[in-house]
C-alpha cells in the first residue's frame, strides 16, 4: 500500500485551483534565503566574542545550522554560563524542529535516502517559505532553495563574522540579529487568517514572553506550544456548551408550534359563530 501524504499526487493544486509560478516560489525562498543568512555575521561576531575559536564557530553553523539554538549557546558562554547548561538549553530551543519534521515529511514525500539530509535543513525559515506553497512541487522547491541558500550564506558570513569579529564591532548596531524574527514574522502573519489562528498565536506570544525571564532558554518556545491545545479546548468546550442549548430550545419551540395550530382553531371557530350570528 502507497503511503499517505497530505497531496495525493504532484499536480494537486490548493484550494483555489491556482498554481505559484515556480520563478514567484524562488524568488520567496531566495528573498528568505539571503535576508535570514545575513544574520550569520551577528552569529561569527558572538560566538568569538564569546570565546569560541573560528573553526568552532563555523562548525555550529555547519553542523547545528538552527540560528535560536546557537545564539542561545553562545550567548549563555558569553556569560558565563556553564557548558553544560548553554547546550542543554540550546537543544530546549531546538526541539520544535522535530514537530517542523513531523509535518513536511508529508509535504515533501521525500524518498528514504534523502530524508537524513533534509532534515538538516528543517528550520523555521525553511517550513515557512514550504507551508505557503500550494502543492507538492511548490512545496520541495521552496525547501530546497530557502534551505541551500540559507545554509551556504549563513555558513559563509559566519565564518566573515568570525574573522572579522573586532572590525565589525557591536551587531546590535547592525540590527542583523533582528533580520531573522522579522522575516519569519513577515512570512507567517498572512497565514493567520481564522480568528482560532491568531488566538493561538496570541496566546502563545504572551506565554513565551512572559515566561522569558523566569525560565531557561528554550523553554517559553515549548511551553507556548501549549497554546495551541488549550485554545482547541476552550473552543470544545465553548461548542458543547453551545450544543447543549440548541438541543433545549426546541423542546420549548414544540410547545410553540404545537399552539399554533389551536390557536388558529380558535380563531376559525369564531369567525363561525361570527358569521351565524
Same mark, same amino acid.
Given at each position: ?7 495525493? =499526487?504532484? =499536480? ?203 525560565? %531557561? ?11 495551541? %491545545? ?11 456548551? =453551545? ?6 430550545? %426546541? ?14 382553531a380558535a380563531q376559525a371557530h369564531d369567525d363561525e359563530d361570527g358569521d351565524h350570528?
Amino acid at each position: 500500500m502507497g503511503e499517505r501524504t497530505a497531496f495525493a =499526487d504532484t =499536480d494537486v493544486t490548493g484550494p483555489d485551483g491556482a498554481r505559484r509560478p515556480d520563478r514567484a516560489v524562488v524568488r520567496d525562498a531566495l528573498g528568505v534565503g539571503i535576508a535570514v543568512g545575513l544574520s550569520g555575521f551577528a552569529f561569527g561576531v558572538t560566538s568569538a566574542g564569546s570565546g569560541l575559536s573560528v573553526w568552532q564557530t563555523c562548525a555550529l553553523s555547519l553542523l547545528v545550522f538552527t540560528g535560536a539554538s546557537q545564539f542561545a549557546l553562545v550567548g549563555a558562554l558569553a556569560a558565563g554560563g556553564n557548558p553544560l547548561t548553554a547546550a542543554a538549553g540550546a537543544f530546549f530551543l531546538g526541539v520544535r524542529n522535530a514537530f517542523y519534521g513531523l509535518r513536511l515529511s508529508q509535504l515533501l514525500a521525500l524518498p528514504r535516502f534523502l530524508r537524513p539530509f533534509a532534515a538538516q535543513w528543517v528550520i523555521d525559515e525553511t517550513t515557512a517559505v514550504a507551508l505557503a506553497q500550494t502543492d507538492r512541487r511548490g512545496v520541495r522547491l521552496g525547501f530546497a532553495v530557502t534551505g541551500l541558500s540559507l545554509y551556504v550564506l549563513w555558513n559563509l558570513t559566519t565564518l566573515l563574522g568570525a574573522l572579522g569579529a573586532e572590525a565589525i564591532g557591536d551587531t546590535d548596531a547592525w540590527g542583523l540579529d533582528a533580520a531573522g524574527p522579522a522575516v519569519f514574522l513577515a512570512l507567517l502573519a498572512p497565514m493567520l487568517k481564522s480568528g482560532t489562528e491568531r488566538t493561538v498565536a496570541g496566546c502563545a506570544v504572551l506565554l513565551g514572553l512572559g515566561l522569558l525571564p523566569v525560565l %531557561p532558554a528554550g523553554v517559553p518556545v515549548l511551553v507556548a506550544a501549549l497554546a495551541a %491545545p488549550a485554545v482547541l479546548w476552550a473552543q470544545g468546550v465553548r461548542r458543547g456548551r =453551545d450544543g447543549a442549548t440548541r438541543e433545549r430550545r %426546541p423542546a420549548g419551540g414544540a410547545v410553540d408550534r404545537q399552539g399554533e395550530p389551536r390557536a388558529e382553531a380558535a380563531q376559525a371557530h369564531d369567525d363561525e359563530d361570527g358569521d351565524h350570528r
